[in-house]
């Protein structure tokens, strides 16, 4: 069987009935591997809701493939049992661009970490969301590097103690979501593994999105770095310190949504509702306006000195917008060669223009 | 006026200019009308690393060498009969390789005061003035006014009456080798007709002028026009073409013989990136290509083809061909296809970009972390590319592993006539992918079984009950499962180092490519030295001596038969442009102590200092044995 063959029966059947798919359920898309990540490892749940996500997407098994980098989020595709490829430090997005854009009918997902796509892979993470390839990446950001042992990473806070910052880190870290940004990422959104509903649900929003979708999700190294989002996870501190984004719907948030954010020009500002503001007032969620998503990115840097109004960190979708995507556009190419060329000739293109003949 | 033809059997010209005079094309234009002649030739391209070198200096002059005649042609010549130059630093370049008594063509404009002091002259010193020149004939025109009295009257800018220069050079040296104008006249309409009349008129215009020049200057009336036969090659039908060219080609057709789509995944570098032009035209034969935004995600995006069942092809140079190597590693533990294409060039680091080399040897065998055999191919002239791109393909998909085709900057500019194949007379390359499974008839899938080639199956995505995972951790035998046991590790490594062995029952046996199966001396090659050396022993052994030539096409793993043949003779001698690779490999894989031959200066060997290093070579060894 050829690959145009292969890719061929893949639009027949997706033509003709997605219900013949089999009726999968979270278990079907468990490995027989053994998972081998420290025990209370966020990890765990990302891959439950991976899992459990897969049955939804209404796509056969053979047709997924998961490709990882290195570091210990990378090892998630060997827990996966669809196609997979754990490859080399930071090169996923390079081995997905190559695999994506020759074989258009995959549903390809890339497995990274903050180490993995943020330092040794920042080049091609930042190309594969310029180009927009037809992939969704998942950044297990857990703010250090864990499979090394504990040495900080580029997305780690300035002044924090590691094993290779004795002193204090005196590094200024990547913020991954306005990296995204700024690199025309269509799809840019955030959740953590202490909420498995929210992050299941931006799972399956990220495998709906045509392009490159990018979803961050914090992620508890128990062991070298526990706690770092405990903010956020914590239900005690969560109401004030997490924001969950919602399209059209107005930035509210606090123990009893009680608080909001408002929009003073282009300066945000935290006001209690009641007497003063309504919900009218707020600032109303538009994932498609991408000057909003740039400042929603860079919330926990206001003020950047770290000084005055401390704002809740936002999850959900911060930005998705539809725009061309990369692999089609090679796609289309090669078809319209093909169709507007004439036929490939092998015999022509050998003989070229000018030949002459010795007897 | 002449009458009467004189008759060479070959003839080398040069044609050397500022790096704006346009003398590649005016040397590509020149080696098309000889091909077409029938003519069997020979060409070597040189220009500086940067686009536009200072003007009128030294560093900024570009060449192009040429030889060509009525037999064959296997080098592009030590010394040239011609050399054309447009300026003084062409001449200062170039004046070395131009044979005592032969012909200087030289552009008067471009010996003015300025232009001698741009190209370091003395103050008050013109090489054409000071009778320093005296062993050559000299031949002095003013091209530029030249080209002004011709096409003056077209109200063409000075710009574009400039560009013109080098087509009167190119005229007149039709007139001086009898060579007609037509292809050229051609070639200008097809360039510059359609969207500039005025500019393709002005071309030919002057390139007629320099003809005519030719025929009627006084300077001509005593000499004769020198012909060059057409060659006694094979009979057949011919084309010219440079080795990059013909390892595009030899790319396609080995898809369209696989049926099977293509990747390149590349990076832009000297001297490879006319791979990635000339491949990104061919996208009708499902051809996909892909510029990365570095050397490493280009490999790494070949091998997601690969993953996927495409033949994933990746390109470069020596420098990106360092970047590349963990990748390739990691093919090498995946077992995917990947054909790796490495235009060498001479290192180390940056080293000399536009110079040609042979130094990736080692690189190619070992520059790899931990043990990561694969397969080596090297193709011996410009045309001998499409061949060995087509076999690296094969052999590629035949044995689920990595190859590195090893050409270098001298064979992939170069050209040569070639008596192109027809499609049906290449082989089928036949690939056979996992087929689908279904869990409860059949048997778990194993990725990593294999059949008695030690071959696994290209198990690609897409194809149902066969889900599985791989990745550049150590692969348990057979489950492919990630393994440490320490037995398993041993085994895995035996295995890869063995299935690369076995390729050689799948690739050809060592020929002779010249001389006797043994005797006295053998010379050993591989890669761009094959037209020095051939010329070299076709001498030798016309002048009596016992000795022959074989070429390394296949370098990794060596042909079954390469042992025998090389313990029939007495003497083996490795020419190589490095310090010494091959002749390396060849003591330590063969125990016998050959003898090197070497030489880094980013040009072949010419046949004379060649010849010269053999004598001396095998008077040495008679020395010690007598
Ligand atoms: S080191 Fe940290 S990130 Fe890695 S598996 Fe253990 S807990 Fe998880």
Redesign the interface.
Known sequence: ????T??D??VKENEADLNTLPDYSGKDFS?D?DVRWCPGCGDYTILKQVQNAMPELGI??????F?SGIGCSSRF??Y?????????HG?A???????????P??TVWIITGDGDSLSIGA??FT?LLRRNVNVNLLLFNNEIYGLTKGQYSPASPKGMVTKSTPYGSIDNPFNPLALSLGADGSFVARAMDRDPKHLKEMILRSHKHQGTSMLEIYQNCIVFNDGAFELFTDKKTRPQEAIYLEHEQPLVFGKDNDKGVRLDGLNPEIVQLGDDYSKDDLWVHDEQDSTKAHLLSKFFEHPPNGEGVQFPRPFGVLYAIDRPRYDEG?VA??QL??ET??E?N??A????N?????? | MSTTDQVREDVTIRFAGDSGDGMQLTGSLFTNTTALLGNDLRTLPEFPAEIRAPQGTVPGVSSFQLQFGSTRILTPGDECDALVVMNSAALKANLSLLKKGGTIIANTAGFDKKNLNLAKYPEGINPLEDGSLSEYEVIEIDVNSMVKEAIGDMGLGYKDEDRTKNMFVLGLLYWMYNRPMESTMDFLNQKFGKKNPQIADANIRVLKAGYYYGETAEIFNSRTQITVEQADLEPGTYRNITGNEALVLGLVAAARKSNMPMFLGTYPITPASDVLHGLAKHKKFGITTFQAEDEIAACASAIGASFGGSIGVTSSSGPGIALKGEAIGLAVMLELPLVVLNIQRAGPSTGMPTKTEQADLMQAVYGRNGESPLLIVAPKSPADCFEMAFEAVRISLEHMTPVIFLSDGYIANGSEPWKFPQEKDLVDINVEFEKPRHAEEDAPFMPYKRDDRLVRKWAIPGTAGIEHRVGGLEKEDVTGNVSYDPDNHQKMTNIRRDKRDLVANNIPEQDIDQGNESGDVLILGWGGTYGSIKTVVHQLRKEGMDISHAHLRYINPFPKNLEKLLKGFKQVIVPEINDGQLVRLIRSEFMIPAKPINKVKGRPFGVSELKQEILDLIGEEQAVIS
Not at chain 1, 1 to 4: A, K, L
Not at chain 1, 93 to 103: E, W
Not at chain 1, 354 to 359: H, L, N, R, S, Y
């Open positions: 069987m050829s690959v145009q292969i890719i029966n893949f490995s591997q056969a098994k053979k047709d997924i493939v490709i595709p060997y996966m049992d669809t196609f997979g490829m754990h490859s080399i090169r997005p390079a081995i997905a661009t190559g695999l994506k854009t020759s074989r009918d995959l080049n091609h190309q090679v190419q090669v060669a093909k060329q004439g490939a092998l015999d293109l050998l003989q070229g000018e030949t002459w003949v010795v007897k």
